[in-house]
């Protein structure tokens, strides 16, 4: 990196930090340390709550993911706008009236402490072991790419976040998070732009999305129903939806954003801004992908994005076979790169059977490289046991180190700093909330002043150290990483199946619901373990076998010698 | 407790009503997929 981009890096991370700290001064009660004051207005709600979504890994798996699988990926955000309307009519009127902290607290008003615990322990567990790769993931792929170490990356995300997140709580979070998303949408939009730039100038934007399309990389919806399928139109509106309205009507990472807020309009708004940017925003990044696929068209990839395993094999017996790959990968290359040509070439001039052939040599030439990459790959997992094959992560990183200009670099990387520290901080600062509010107030019985902001800040401290210690930890999780990355589906299910319960089925009581949570989370980890459905379809698992059992066991309680009536709560 | 009390809530600051907010909102969402699947198809 040069002078330039250290200067912008450096610059945008400072500003982040003295602006949250700035913002976030003056908390003086546990409510105005954990609820923001509740005076934050629907847009400030609408950025924390994209903020807190949006990690470093957005950013870097995201445009990887349309590299190597096109931008079907995009389905998965086809529940959130259905999310966002269904819990601003049910739950965020709801937690208004009541006046809760956490969204927990609603669950021992309609049923009991312990229902209520669970569901706190529940968020605690997935959201704690979360928050740690969250911070993992883009320190692992900043220190590869860079060189830097990955410990003092983790230890640097880990500690601009706590300045600010612990000092000033909620609203420090909310006004950073402000900061970063003009950041990470400034970087974003200014890389989109100039990879477009950077095509040859005879290859216009239509251009590019002809040959991106050519090589199924537009392939934006999938109306196919299959449930082993991850990212179709089905999955992304009937799991999705699920899985958005559990993530944002019983994540208290999202719910506190929203909580926030001054009034319900306020609040109902802030969600509503969430739901109508993030399709497109994500569609955005996904086109972002793209574009670089179509500038690797003329331009020779490496045939590894990540450069840890290669420098391994380089270093091994295996070196000479991989050279002798590499040179034949960038042949192939090279004769891609002529079918691309030929295939603009063929598009300018019109004539459609030119179009036709010029296109089938050029999926054919793609054909070839993609088979020459997999001995390549191959290679490198027989030299390095146990390295991950798929390098998706490294591709936009790789790409923008290479080709982007000085300055425009430091901005992406800030960016990519920002998405970390703007999910981390959203998620101690939630991890914090729920310590504080469902165990510390609850069972302790703490008072709501200066004592607790204390408290707060000292969970919420906790919390972040955790999360360091537990991203430290996962270099050596291994594969291990991908099933604590669906960590968050195997229990919101389950959690979204209580919220329901207790909204909608007025005949179950307390102890019931409980039972019916433990039985359902058993059956959901059995379907994980025994079964290959999608992940996503967890969620939609989880909550209905939550509702159907608590009716069940309702039902049969009722009936059950001795039982007395059963009324609506 | 009930918790299935209508709640008594403010105008939204635009259309009025908030069952028109929320059908901007759904109605953005079909918009999206329709084009999704215009664009697929243009440059397929």
Request: with cysteine.
């Amino acid at each position: 990196m040069s002078r330039l981009d250290w200067f912008v890096l450096g610059g945008a991370l400072l500003f982040v930090v003295l602006w949250g700290l700035y913002k976030g001064r003056g908390a003086t009660t546990g409510e105005g340390y954990i609820g923001g004051g509740r005076d934050h207005r629907w847009w400030l709600i609408g950025l924390s709550i994209i903020a807190t979504q949006t990690s470093a890994i957005t950013f870097l798996s995201t445009p990887g993911q349309a590299y190597v699988d096109g931008m079907r990926f995009v389905q998965f955000y086809f529940g959130l706008p259905i999310a966002a309307v269904v819990l601003s009519v049910t739950l965020i009127p709801l937690y208004h009236r009541l006046k809760v902290s956490t969204a927990y607290e609603l669950l021992e008003a309609r049923f009991d402490l312990k229902t209520r615990l669970l569901a706190a322990i529940l968020f605690l567990i997935q959201r704690g072991l979360a928050v740690g790769l969250t911070i993992f993931a883009p320190a692992l792929v900043l220190s590869v790419l860079l060189g830097w170490s990955l410990h003092v990356n983790i230890l640097l995300v880990g500690t601009l976040v706590m300045i600010y997140t612990v000092t000033g709580g909620t609203k420090a979070v909310a006004w950073a998070h402000s900061s970063q998303m003009v950041i990470i949408a400034g970087g974003m939009l200014l890389a989109g732009v100039m990879t477009a730039h950077r095509l040859p100038s005879h290859v216009s934007f239509s251009d590019a999305l002809h040959v991106a399309g050519g090589l199924g990389r537009l392939n934006v919806i999938d109306a196919h129903f299959d449930p082993n399928n991850r990212y179709n139109l089905w999955s992304g509106l009937i799991g999705g939806t699920f899985l958005m309205l559990s993530y944002f009507g019983t994540d208290q990472s999202q719910v506190q954003r929203y909580l926030a807020g001054s009034d319900l309009t306020q609040s109902r708004l802030g969600l509503l801004l969430n739901g109508m940017i993030k399709v497109p925003m994500q569609f955005l990044i996904l086109l972002l992908g793209a574009l670089v696929f179509v500038f690797y068209q003329f331009h020779t990839p490496p045939l590894f994005f990540n450069p840890g395993p290669v420098k391994q094999v380089m270093a091994g017996p295996d070196a000479a076979a991989y050279r002798a790959i590499e040179t034949k990968f960038a042949r192939a290359r090279t004769d891609q790169s002529l079918r691309a040509e030929a295939y603009v070439s063929a598009r300018h001039s019109g004539d459609a059977a030119e179009i036709a052939l010029t296109k089938h040599q050029l999926l054919q030439s793609h054909a070839e490289s993609e088979a020459i990459r997999r001995e390549g790959v191959a290679l490198i997992e027989k030299a390095n046991p146990g390295t991950n094959p798929n390098d998706t992560n490294y591709i936009f990183l790789a790409y923008v180190l290479s080709s982007l200009p000085v300055g425009l670099v430091g901005l992406v990387i800030a960016a990519v700093f920002s998405g970390s520290m703007s999910s981390m901080s959203g998620e101690i600062s939630a991890l914090g909330a729920t310590t504080v509010v469902d165990l510390w107030r609850r069972l302790i019985g703490g008072s709501q002043g200066q004592r607790e902001v204390w408290v707060g800040r000292i969970a919420t401290f906790a919390w972040g150290c955790f999360a360091m210690a537990f991203a430290e930890y996962a270099a050596r999780l291994g594969s291990l990483i991908e099933a604590v990355n669906i960590l968050g589906s195997l229990f919101y299910g389950t959690i979204l199946g209580i919220f329901i319960t207790a909204f909608y089925v007025k005949r179950v009581r307390g102890g019931t619901a409980f039972y019916a949570a433990i039985v359902a989370e058993i059956g959901v980890l059995l379907c994980f373990t025994f079964t290959s459905i999608s992940f996503l379809w967890y969620n939609l698992i989880g909550c209905v076998a939550v509702v159907g059992l608590a009716w069940a066991f309702s039902l049969a309680q009722s009936q059950s010698p001795g039982a007395g009536p059963v009324s609506p709560a | 407790m009930t918790v299935t009390e209508p709640e008594k809530e403010g105008m939204p600051p635009l259309l009025g009503s908030w069952k028109r907010v929320y059908a901007v909102v759904l109605g953005e969402l079909l918009l999206c997929i329709l084009l999704f699947r215009l664009f697929s198809w243009a440059y397929s």
